[in-house]
């Protein structure tokens, strides 16, 4: 078997504002009945006085695999089988009357599964009394001889009351007892037999504290909640020969319901508690009246017959004990005549129907009707307690349904005001009832996580305390018994008539003679036995002296071994306490040194994790430096790889010039050798050298084994690409008939990124000055490539020279000095720089190469 689950205590949570008044939770009871057949199954088990267990019985396997489980469930207290009336009575109903008789409201209320015992924890049996004749019995030993005279105090229609003088409550009486009535019980009638075991409590319970200087009264109402209506079960009105029904037709209905009484409402009074209007109220004078009442209004309560219980309760029962108490005048005579002084508590016994399912109870017809109706009242009072709760819990302010149901309704007050709430949970043990007695549990848990604002003190009335026992020591009346005076008085024989109207009359003066002398003849005879019964009694009273010297003697001796042992005690004590405090002083010590090892524990603990999380800290920031200066090498590997290869290039192709320089050199030799000489030839114009030139420039390369360059797309094949026109604002406008042009360019002043990304081809317009003092333009050309990091790179191709010269100071440019062929004529040839072929990748910020700046702008990232 698996160990029990309990259940997950739950977090306390802050509730929302600041509650002026003390609450106090619901408290909530558990009450085992036992099994009516021995050999039945039980599913329900006391663990402890505040815990039971609830088994899975045999049928009921709630999970796939087979296990059976196990809940527990916590209560204030839990009564087991064994648990006797008086025990129950003393826990949880005591408290409520010590409550009521000093003027707090209280409810107490039984829930449970039809069969489970509700009835009898409330009502009893003979010979047990239940909790509801025992708070009866416990009001009237408290109040008994404190009671008002009837009809002092008369009750209203606006659940107040009203007070009477003396004469008043007086004629009252003399009224009411001419006309017999039912409703009032008379406390000299003869006890019911059939309910006189149930109210003959043994055990005596009194209240603490009664307040001796006030008068008390106390009403009893019992009314009935049936199909969501409210009836009053003490109104004297012909329940059982009502006439049935009748349809259109002036002809009685088929089925044999009755038309019931008429309901009662539900009205708020000035202080906003529920009450129902027109409802009995009988005022009692002691324990047998106030039952014989109830008794009367449960003759009437509707009971049926069910599959589950042959007297199963079809309807909510509330018996209302009401006590009014109002303070006596400041001579301690009369009642004060004050309304505004009257105090009214109200103790409100409540034995709710049995929740039930239809199919187990094969309930039909009206019996299905009332179940219907008294699940759905225990459904709203269970919604109730779950919205109060969540209210409380998490400071919410949902609205409470108390009007869905009359019996929420009519205790709206206790929830909502002040007043103390006991539940007493009843469950049959039996397997059958399982799955209900699941339900009453989780009812249960809820109910006791609500809280119910504690009652507050009445207010005292100001008067000087002990009012009524000073009236009584002037000689004011003690009750109804007549004084010593007036019975030794009526014990004599009477004085017959001393009128003397005739001189001759011979038999009045005898006759009073005669009455005078045997009134001096027992006179005498009385004090004879007074002086007897004196001398009786003062032997009495010297066989109890000596009888009490003796006690005397006695217990002074006991006293003395007493006080003998009490100092022996006395010493071991004093022993006891010096040990208990070197004890107490060496724990002290202990716990001194507890602190210190555990304040040091904690400060090498924090110290630990400090150089925990500082070495944390190194061992990442090295790792960072590590991916950093990784990143750094790879980075400046790949910069020294490209710069590599662009020198080797750059070499290879000055290299490659010059030995096709010296080729041209040897090849214009060899023709100036093999040629004869003739005339001087005419010096060829610029185009035919412009044209040898360009033809020269197409030529293979001489150098067989140097590595194949890539061939650099001219302008005139790439003239449907887009251009960046690169024209920085620091360009001088020149005024040369030819001027650059490029189709569909994007002009810029400074690069960007933007620009980049929507061309092919760049182009920056460069200007200096040349050593002859003219303007020298050079566009340098390029193709733009996308990169890897999402950026833009620009790869050199061809350097284009526009240079004005004078006619007079006209030099011919050259890379090197290369002396003049022997004929005279000059080499035709361009310069090594327009021949030249760079690339260089351009990132944002990057140098584009020696000697020339990037003005490209990062682009900026929308946020």
């Given at each position: 078997?698996?160990?029990?689950?309990?259940?997950?205590?739950?977090?306390?949570?802050?509730?929302?504002?600041?509650?002026?008044s003390?609450?106090?939770?619901?408290?909530?009871?558990?009450?085992?009945?036992?099994?009516?057949l021995?050999?039945?199954?039980?599913?329900?088990?006391?663990?402890?006085?505040?815990?039971?267990?609830?088994?899975?019985?045999?049928g009921?396997?709630?999970?796939?695999?087979?296990?059976?489980?196990?809940?527990?469930?916590?209560?204030?207290?839990?009564?087991?089988?064994?648990?006797?009336?008086?025990?129950?009575?003393?826990?949880?109903?005591?408290?409520?009357?010590?409550?009521?008789?000093?003027?707090?409201?209280?409810?107490?209320?039984?829930?449970?599964?039809?069969?489970?015992?509700?009835?009898?924890?409330?009502?009893?049996?003979?010979?047990?009394g239940?909790?509801?004749?025992?708070?009866?019995?416990?009001?009237?030993?408290?109040?008994?001889?404190?009671?008002?005279?009837?009809?002092?105090?008369?009750?209203?229609d606006?659940?107040?009351?009203?007070?009477?003088?003396?004469?008043?409550?007086?004629?009252?009486?003399?009224?009411?007892?001419?006309?017999?009535?039912?409703?009032?019980?008379?406390?000299?009638?003869?006890?019911?037999?059939?309910?006189?075991?149930?109210?003959?409590?043994?055990?005596?319970c009194?209240?603490?504290?009664?307040?001796?200087?006030?008068?008390?009264?106390?009403?009893?109402?019992?009314?009935?909640?049936y199909?969501?209506?409210?009836?009053?079960?003490?109104e004297?009105?012909?329940?059982?020969?009502?006439?049935?029904?009748?349809?259109?037709?002036?002809?009685?209905?088929?089925?044999?319901?009755?038309?019931?009484?008429?309901?009662?409402l539900?009205?708020?009074?000035?202080?906003?508690?529920?009450?129902?209007?027109?409802?009995?109220?009988?005022?009692?004078?002691?324990?047998?009246?106030?039952?014989?009442?109830?008794?009367?209004?449960?003759?009437?309560?509707?009971?049926a017959?069910?599959?589950?219980?042959?007297?199963?309760?079809?309807?909510?029962?509330?018996?209302?004990?009401?006590?009014?108490?109002?303070?006596?005048?400041?001579?301690?005579?009369?009642?004060?005549?004050?309304?505004?002084?009257?105090?009214?508590?109200?103790?409100?016994?409540?034995?709710?129907?049995?929740?039930?399912?239809?199919?187990?109870?094969?309930?039909?017809?009206?019996?299905?009707?009332?179940?219907?109706?008294?699940?759905?009242?225990?459904?709203?009072?269970?919604?109730?307690?779950?919205?109060?709760?969540?209210?409380?819990?998490?400071?919410?302010?949902?609205?409470?349904?108390?009007?869905?149901?009359?019996?929420?309704?009519?205790?709206?007050?206790?929830?909502?005001?002040?007043?103390?709430v006991?539940?007493?949970?009843?469950?049959?043990?039996?397997?059958?009832?399982?799955?209900?007695?699941?339900?009453?549990?989780?009812?249960?848990?809820?109910?006791?996580?609500?809280?119910?604002?504690?009652?507050?003190?009445?207010?005292?009335?100001?008067?000087?305390?002990?009012?009524?026992y000073?009236?009584?020591?002037?000689?004011?009346?003690?009750?109804?018994?007549?004084?010593?005076?007036?019975?030794?008085?009526?014990?004599?024989?009477?004085?017959?008539?001393?009128?003397?109207?005739?001189?001759?009359?011979?038999?009045?003066?005898?006759?009073?003679?005669?009455?005078?002398?045997?009134?001096?003849?027992?006179?005498?005879?009385?004090?004879?036995?007074?002086?007897?019964?004196?001398?009786t009694?003062?032997?009495?009273l010297?066989?109890?002296?000596?009888?009490?010297?003796?006690?005397?003697?006695?217990?002074?001796?006991?006293l003395?071994?007493?006080?003998?042992?009490?100092?022996?005690?006395?010493?071991?004590?004093?022993?006891?306490?010096?040990?208990?405090?070197?004890?107490?002083?060496?724990?002290?010590?202990?716990?001194?040194?507890?602190?210190?090892?555990?304040?040091?524990?904690?400060?090498?603990?924090?110290?630990?994790?400090?150089?925990?999380?500082?070495?944390?800290?190194?061992?990442?920031?090295?790792?960072?430096?590590?991916?950093?200066?990784?990143?750094?090498?790879?980075?400046?590997?790949?910069?020294?790889?490209?710069?590599?290869?662009?020198?080797?290039?750059?070499?290879?192709?000055?290299?490659?010039?010059?030995?096709?320089?010296?080729?041209?050199?040897?090849?214009?030799?060899?023709?100036?050798?093999?040629?004869?000489k003739?005339?001087?030839?005419?010096?060829?114009?610029?185009?035919?050298?412009?044209?040898?030139?360009?033809?020269?420039?197409?030529?293979?390369?001489?150098?067989?084994?140097?590595?194949?360059?890539?061939?650099?797309?001219?302008?005139?094949?790439?003239?449907?690409?887009?251009?960046?026109?690169?024209?920085?604002?620091?360009?001088?406008?020149?005024?040369?008939?030819?001027?650059?042009?490029?189709p569909?360019?994007?002009?810029?002043?400074?690069?960007n990124e933007?620009?980049?990304?929507?061309?092919?081809?760049?182009?920056?317009?460069?200007?200096?000055?040349?050593?002859?003092?003219?303007?020298?333009?050079?566009?340098?050309?390029?193709?733009?490539?996308?990169?890897?990091?999402?950026?833009?790179?620009?790869?050199?191709?061809?350097?284009?020279?526009?240079?004005?010269?004078?006619?007079t100071?006209?030099?011919?440019?050259?890379?090197?000095?290369?002396?003049?062929?022997?004929?005279?004529?000059?080499?035709?040839?361009?310069?090594?720089?327009?021949?030249?072929?760079?690339?260089?990748?351009?990132?944002?910020?990057?140098?584009?190469?020696?000697?020339?700046?990037?003005?490209?702008?990062?682009?900026?990232?929308?946020?």
């Amino acid at each position: 078997m698996k160990p029990a689950r309990t259940k997950t205590p739950r977090k306390l949570l802050v509730k929302k504002g600041s509650q002026t008044s003390l609450k106090d939770p619901v408290g909530v009871y558990c009450r085992v009945r036992p099994l009516s057949l021995p050999d039945q199954e039980c599913c329900i088990e006391v663990i402890n006085n505040t815990t039971v267990q609830l088994h899975t019985p045999e049928g009921y396997r709630l999970n796939r695999n087979g296990d059976y489980k196990e809940t527990q469930y916590s209560f204030k207290q839990v009564f087991g089988i064994h648990t006797t009336q008086k025990e129950l009575f003393d826990v949880v109903a005591n408290p409520l009357v010590e409550d009521l008789i000093h003027g707090k409201n209280g409810l107490l209320f039984t829930y449970g599964v039809t069969g489970s015992g509700k009835t009898h924890t409330m009502t009893g049996s003979p010979g047990e009394g239940g909790l509801l004749p025992r708070c009866l019995d416990m009001i009237f030993n408290s109040i008994g001889s404190f009671q008002a005279k009837r009809y002092v105090f008369k009750s209203n229609d606006r659940n107040s009351m009203d007070i009477q003088c003396e004469v008043d409550a007086l004629l009252e009486r003399q009224k009411r007892e001419a006309i017999p009535n039912p409703k009032t019980p008379s406390s000299k009638r003869q006890v019911d037999p059939e309910f006189a075991d149930m109210i003959n409590v043994q055990e005596f319970c009194k209240a603490e504290e009664v307040d001796e200087d006030s008068v008390y009264g106390v009403f009893v109402s019992y009314i009935e909640i049936y199909n969501n209506y409210i009836y009053d079960l003490l109104e004297e009105v012909p329940f059982d020969p009502i006439k049935p029904k009748w349809n259109s037709c002036s002809t009685p209905m088929r089925n044999t319901d009755f038309v019931p009484p008429q309901s009662k409402l539900l009205r708020e009074d000035k202080n906003h508690n529920m009450y129902v209007a027109g409802c009995t109220e009988v005022e009692v004078k002691s324990t047998e009246e106030a039952f014989e009442v109830f008794w009367r209004g449960q003759k009437k309560r509707r009971i049926a017959n069910t599959h589950l219980n042959r007297e199963s309760s079809r309807s909510h029962s509330v018996f209302n004990i009401k006590l009014v108490q109002a303070p006596l005048d400041a001579d301690g005579d009369n009642v004060l005549q004050e309304k505004e002084q009257i105090t009214i508590s109200q103790l409100s016994l409540v034995d709710l129907a049995g929740s039930e399912r239809t199919n187990r109870t094969k309930a039909e017809g009206n019996r299905l009707r009332e179940a219907g109706n008294i699940n759905q009242s225990l459904m709203t009072l269970r919604t109730c307690m779950e919205v109060l709760r969540e209210n409380q819990m998490y400071g919410t302010n949902k609205m409470v349904p108390y009007r869905d149901s009359k019996l929420t309704h009519l205790f709206k007050n206790y929830f909502d005001g002040e007043g103390k709430v006991r539940m007493i949970v009843c469950v049959n043990p039996k397997a059958e009832d399982y799955e209900e007695s699941l339900q009453v549990m989780r009812f249960a848990e809820v109910t006791q996580e609500v809280e119910v604002a504690r009652p507050v003190d009445k207010a005292i009335c100001g008067l000087t305390p002990g009012r009524r026992y000073r009236n009584q020591a002037r000689g004011g009346p003690v009750g109804d018994e007549p004084l010593v005076t007036e019975v030794v008085l009526q014990s004599f024989p009477p004085l017959p008539s001393c009128e003397l109207l005739d001189i001759n009359d011979e038999q009045t003066l005898p006759r009073l003679i005669e009455a005078l002398e045997k009134r001096h003849h027992l006179r005498q005879m009385m004090i004879d036995e007074f002086h007897k019964q004196s001398m009786t009694f003062k032997a009495l009273l010297q066989e109890f002296d000596s009888a009490v010297v003796n006690k005397e003697n006695y217990i002074q001796g006991k006293l003395n071994e007493k006080e003998k042992v009490i100092s022996g005690q006395k010493l071991e004590i004093e022993r006891l306490e010096k040990k208990n405090k070197t004890l107490e002083y060496k724990i002290e010590i202990l716990e001194k040194t507890t602190t210190i090892y555990e304040e040091d524990k904690r400060t090498l603990q924090q110290e630990l994790e400090t150089q925990n999380q500082k070495l944390q800290r190194q061992f990442s920031d090295k790792r960072r430096l590590e991916a950093r200066l990784q990143g750094m090498v790879t980075e400046t590997t790949m910069k020294w790889e490209k710069e590599c290869e662009r020198r080797v290039a750059a070499k290879q192709l000055e290299m490659q010039n010059k030995l096709w320089v010296k080729d041209e050199k040897l090849k214009q030799l060899k023709a100036i050798v093999t040629e004869p000489k003739a005339e001087k030839p005419e010096r060829p114009s610029r185009e035919r050298d412009r044209e040898k030139v360009t033809q020269r420039a197409v030529s293979p390369s001489p150098v067989p084994n140097a590595p194949p360059i890539r061939l650099r797309h001219r302008r005139s094949r790439s003239a449907g690409d887009r251009w960046v026109d690169h024209k920085p604002a620091s360009n001088v406008q020149t005024e040369t008939v030819m001027q650059p042009h490029v189709p569909h360019a994007i002009t810029v002043s400074v690069a960007n990124e933007k620009a980049l990304a929507k061309c092919e081809k760049y182009m920056l317009t460069h200007q200096e000055l040349a050593s002859d003092g003219e303007i020298e333009t050079k566009l340098i050309k390029g193709d733009v490539y996308k990169t890897r990091g999402g950026g833009q790179s620009v790869q050199f191709t061809d350097i284009e020279t526009l240079k004005q010269e004078s006619p007079t100071g006209r030099k011919r440019r050259s890379s090197t000095a290369a002396p003049a062929p022997p004929d005279g004529t000059e080499s035709e040839w361009t310069d090594v720089e327009t021949r030249c072929s760079v690339a260089v990748e351009m990132r944002a910020g990057s140098q584009l190469g020696p000697g020339y700046q990037h003005h490209a702008q990062p682009k900026r990232k929308k946020p």
